[in-house]
C-alpha cells in the first residue's frame, strides 16, 4: 500500500488523511486526533498545528506494508523535517540531503516535527554531525523519553503531549544552535587546515586564490579563513608573504643567485617591493643579507 500525502502544510496533511484514508478526526483542546479506521490498520496521531511550524505524535500499525511519499519536495515550504522514534533515534531528510519524502510507514511509534529551516544557519556539514552523535545529548534525550512515557489514549492528554514536545524542541533547537562541536568534527575540521597549510607550502611561489585553497581543502572561504589564522597565527596571504621571504632568505644564504633572479623566483618582479617587504619581516635588506 501507498500513503500520498502532502507533508509540510499541516491543514493539507490532516485533510488527505480524512478525505483519501477515511480517518476520522477528533477535536482536543490543543490539537487534532487522527484515528486510523480498522480496515487499514490501528492507531492514530495527535497534530498539532502552530502556524509556522507543526508536528505530531503518531502510533499506528498498518494491516500490510506502506510506504509513504509526499507531493512535497524536502525544504519546500521553508521548513526543515525531523524524525524521531521511540529509540531516541533523530533523523532528518533535509538535513542529510534527501530530496524526497519517502519510506515505510507500516508500524511507527514516533514524533514527526517540522520547523523553520531559517532558525539553523549552519552549513548542513555541522548539523549533520552534531545529528549523528545526538544521543551524547543527554537533556534533549530525556526530554524525549518524558513524550514517549506520555499515554495519549484520550484527549485530556494532549497539553502534556504538547508542552513536553516543546520542551523537547526547545533543548534540540538550543543543541543544534550552539557552537559546540564534537570531537569527530573538530578532527575532521583540523584535518582540512592542515591540508589548505601544506597546499599553501607547495604552492606558495604562485599566485592562489582563496577560491582555489577552498575548493582543494573542502571549506567554505569563511571557515578556511578562520582556521587558518587560528593555526598559523596569520591571514592567508601574510602566511604567504612569510612562506616566500623564507625561501628567499635560504636562497640568499644558500645560493649564489643574485638579489634580482631571487625576487622573481618567488613571484616579485618588482624588486623594489621585494626588497621592503624582505626588510620587514628580516630587519635588513636583501643586499645586506650575504655582508
Known amino acids: 500500500m501507498e500513503l500520498v500525502l502532502p507533508y509540510l502544510d499541516a491543514?493539507?496533511?490532516?485533510?488527505?488523511?480524512?478525505?483519501?484514508y477515511r480517518f476520522a478526526e477528533k477535536k482536543a483542546l490543543n490539537s487534532t486526533?487522527?484515528?486510523?479506521?480498522?480496515?487499514?490498520g490501528s492507531g492514530k496521531l495527535m497534530l498539532f498545528n502552530k502556524g509556522n511550524f507543526h508536528f505530531f505524535r503518531g502510533l499506528w500499525n498498518f494491516s500490510e506494508e506502506t510506504i509513504f511519499h509526499s507531493p512535497n519536495k524536502v525544504g519546500?515550504?521553508?521548513?526543515?523535517?525531523?524524525r524521531i522514534n521511540n529509540q531516541g533515534h533523530i533523523s532528518s531528510n533535509f538535513i542529510e540531503g534527501n530530496t524526497e519524502f519517502e519510506h515505510d510507514t507500516t508500524n511507527i511509534d514516533g514524533v514527526r516535527i517540522f520547523v523553520p529551516k531559517h532558525l539553523f544557519s549552519k552549513d548542513n556539514g555541522l548539523l549533520q554531525e552534531k545529528l549523528d552523535y545526538?544521543?551524547?545529548?543527554?537533556?534533549?534525550?530525556?526530554?524525549l523519553k518524558t513524550i514517549f512515557e506520555t499515554s495519549f489514549d484520550d484527549l485530556s492528554c494532549s497539553l502534556v503531549m504538547e508542552s513536553r514536545i516543546l520542551e523537547?524542541?526547545?533543548c534540540w533547537i538550543r543543541y543544534l544552535l550552539?557552537?559546540?562541536k564534537t570531537v569527530e568534527y573538530k578532527k575532521a575540521f583540523q584535518d582540512k587546515i592542515r591540508l589548505a597549510k601544506d597546499f599553501v607550502d607547495e604552492n606558495a611561489l604562485r599566485d592562489l586564490a582563496i577560491k582555489e585553497i577552498s575548493r582543494y581543502c573542502g571549506l567554505n572561504n569563511c571557515d578556511l579563513k578562520k582556521g587558518f589564522k587560528d593555526y598559523t597565527q596569520l591571514p592567508i596571504h601574510q602566511y604567504i608573504i612569510k612562506t616566500r621571504m623564507e625561501i628567499a632568505r635560504a636562497m640568499l644564504l644558500e645560493t649564489q643567485k643574485s638579489v634580482g633572479e631571487i625576487s622573481d623566483y618567488i613571484g616579485y618582479s618588482n624588486r623594489g617591493h621585494f626588497s621592503q617587504l624582505y626588510l620587514r619581516?628580516?630587519?635588513?635588506?636583501p643586499s645586506e643579507e650575504r655582508l
Open 178 to 180: 550552539s557552537d559546540e
Open 11 to 20: 491543514e493539507n496533511f490532516k485533510q488527505g488523511l480524512l478525505q483519501n
Open 33 to 40: 486526533v487522527l484515528e486510523m479506521p480498522e480496515d487499514l
Open 134 to 143: 545526538a544521543h551524547r545529548n543527554y537533556l534533549s534525550q530525556d526530554k
Open 281 to 285: 619581516y628580516f630587519k635588513k635588506l
Open 168 to 170: 523537547f524542541l526547545s
Open 76 to 82: 519546500d515550504k521553508g521548513l526543515m523535517d525531523f
